[in-house]
C-alpha cells in the first residue's frame, strides 16, 4: 500500500465574496519570485552577452550547469545519430504530433483578402511570415521534445526560411543537447541548432555570436522558465518575442457532477513541471473539493516526482477555491486568466460561451491539459502570469506580420481627394493635403 504524502493544499473559501482580479490575485497570488526582480538579477549576463558573445555564454553554462557546451552548433552527424538512436515507439508518437500539429496550424493559416471600396480603390491585406526565428526548447527539470515541434512546425506552415532551435546543455549527456530534442528537429528538418540554454540563450538570439559566425534573429519563441521569460522581457524590441510564457499553470473549474480522481491527476500533472507551478480549483462544491483532497495525496504519492508535486501543490501559488455559484467560478476565472483551463461541469459548453481569458481550454473529463502538452493537435506554448487577458497561445499567426497594401488609382483618388486635403488642413498638417491636390493639377 502505498504511503500516503498528505499533501496540505489549502482550501479558500471566496463564497459570499466580489471577485475581481484584485480579489482574485490576493487570495491565489502567483509563485513569489516575481519576473520583475529575475529582469533585475539577470541585466547583467545580457549585457555581457552582447559585449563577448559565445564567451560570455560558455562561461555562465560552465559556472551554473558545470557542463562546458560546445561546440555550441550542433553537427549534422550529431542529429543523424541521435534520430537513428530514437527509440521506434517514440518516434512515431511524436511523428503522430508533428502531423497533428501541422493540419491545425495549416487550418488556421490566414488568408489574403481584398477589400474594393470603390471603382479603383482597393486595400488589400497580405500575410508576410518572418524572416528569421530563434526557437527556445526548455531543457531543466524535464525533456522538452513536445516543444520543438509545438515551435517548430507552425513556423515552418507560416513560412519562416531560417529557424534556429537552442536548447540547453545537458549534464547526463556529456554537455550535449538531449538527443530525443536533437531527433526531433532532424525529424522536421531543422539544420541550425544551438547547444545553449536559459536567458543566456535569449541574448544569444538577440545579439548574435560572431565568433561561430551566428548571426542574430528577428523573433523569438518559447517558454522556458522564468529566468528565460524575464530574458524576452528585457530583450523585447531588440527582438520580438510570442509572449513571456514562464512556469505552468492549470486552473480547473468544476460543480458537482466532476470526477474528483481525474481533478486529483490533473493537477498533479502540472505540479511536477516545477515548484513554482500553479495548481487551481474552483469548485461551487464542498464535497467534490473534500474528494480531490482526499484523492491527491495518493496521486502525489505515487508520482515520481513527488516531492516537487508537493512543493507546488503546498505553494503560496496552489489551492482549492469554493465559490457560490458557476458565475461566479467563471468570474474567477477571467479574473485569474490562466495559462491551462479545464471546464468540468454539467454543461460544459454553456460555460465555456462566458469564459474571455485563458491561454487554453479544455473541455470535460476526456481533454486533459497533458494531452495538448503532447498530440492534441493544439499548441502548448501558452500565455502564463495573466497574459492571456491580453495576448495569444504560439501558433500560424505568431509568425506572420500583417501587411496593409493601398492600391488605388486615378479615379478612385479624385473620388476622395477633396475630403483628404480637408483632413489634413483641419489637423494643421497642409503639405498632406496638397501632396494629394497636386496629383490633379493641370
Avoid: W
Wanted: glycine share 8%; net charge negative; charged share 20%.
Amino acid at each position: 500500500m502505498t504511503e500516503s504524502l498528505g499533501v496540505n493544499l489549502r482550501v479558500i473559501d471566496l463564497r459570499g465574496q466580489q471577485l475581481n482580479a484584485e480579489s482574485v490575485n490576493a487570495a491565489v497570488p502567483r509563485a513569489a519570485l516575481d519576473i520583475s526582480i529575475a529582469v533585475s538579477q539577470i541585466q547583467g549576463l545580457l549585457a555581457d552577452v552582447k559585449t563577448r558573445g559565445l564567451d560570455a555564454v560558455v562561461e555562465v553554462t560552465i559556472e551554473r550547469d558545470g557542463v562546458d557546451p560546445r561546440p555550441i552548433k550542433v553537427s549534422p552527424e550529431e542529429m543523424a545519430h541521435a534520430l537513428a538512436e530514437l527509440e521506434p515507439e517514440l518516434r512515431k508518437a511524436i511523428e503522430v504530433s508533428i502531423d497533428r500539429v501541422r493540419k491545425v496550424s495549416q487550418a488556421t493559416m490566414p488568408s489574403p483578402v481584398t477589400v474594393e471600396l470603390a471603382a479603383g480603390a482597393r486595400v488589400h491585406q497580405r500575410y508576410q511570415p518572418v524572416d528569421s526565428v530563434g526557437l527556445y526548447v526548455p531543457g531543466g527539470k524535464a525533456v522538452y521534445p513536445s516543444s520543438v515541434i509545438m515551435n517548430v512546425v507552425p513556423a515552418q506552415v507560416a513560412g519562416v526560411k531560417r529557424l534556429v532551435v537552442a536548447t540547453p546543455a545537458q549534464k547526463d549527456f556529456g554537455g550535449r543537447p538531449h538527443p530525443t530534442v536533437l531527433a526531433t528537429a532532424q525529424l522536421l528538418g531543422v539544420t541550425e541548432v544551438l547547444c545553449m540554454g536559459g536567458p543566456a540563450a535569449i541574448a544569444g538570439f538577440a545579439y548574435g555570436l560572431p565568433q561561430i559566425d551566428f548571426t542574430g534573429v528577428n523573433l523569438v519563441t518559447g517558454p522556458g522558465n522564468i529566468y528565460v521569460a524575464a530574458a524576452k522581457r528585457a530583450l523585447r524590441g531588440t527582438i520580438g518575442i510570442d509572449s513571456e510564457a514562464g512556469t505552468t499553470e492549470i486552473l480547473i473549474l468544476a460543480d458537482d457532477s466532476a470526477n474528483a480522481r481525474f481533478i486529483a491527476y490533473d493537477l498533479v500533472s502540472q505540479a511536477e513541471h516545477d515548484e513554482a507551478a500553479a495548481s487551481v480549483l474552483v469548485t461551487t462544491s464542498v464535497e467534490l473539493a473534500n474528494a480531490v483532497i482526499n484523492e491527491i495525496s495518493e496521486v502525489a504519492a505515487q508520482t515520481r516526482h513527488a516531492d516537487r508535486v508537493r512543493t507546488a501543490l503546498e505553494g503560496q501559488q496552489s489551492a482549492i477555491v469554493l465559490v457560490d455559484d458557476m458565475k461566479a467560478g467563471v468570474a474567477f476565472a477571467n479574473a485569474y486568466a490562466t495559462e491551462h483551463l479545464e471546464i468540468h461541469t454539467r454543461d460544459n459548453h454553456e460555460t465555456l460561451r462566458e469564459i474571455t481569458n485563458a491561454g487554453a481550454i479544455f473541455l470535460g473529463d476526456y481533454s486533459p491539459v497533458s494531452l495538448g502538452d503532447y498530440m492534441a493537435g493544439s499548441n502548448h506554448v501558452l500565455p502564463t502570469g495573466q497574459q492571456a487577458k491580453f495576448g495569444a497561445g504560439l501558433g500560424v499567426l505568431s509568425f506572420l506580420r500583417a501587411q496593409q497594401v493601398i492600391d488605388y488609382d486615378r479615379t478612385g483618388l479624385s473620388e476622395i481627394a477633396g475630403l483628404v486635403d480637408k483632413f489634413a488642413q483641419s489637423e494643421g498638417l497642409p503639405a498632406h493635403g496638397e501632396a494629394i491636390t497636386a496629383r490633379f493639377e493641370n
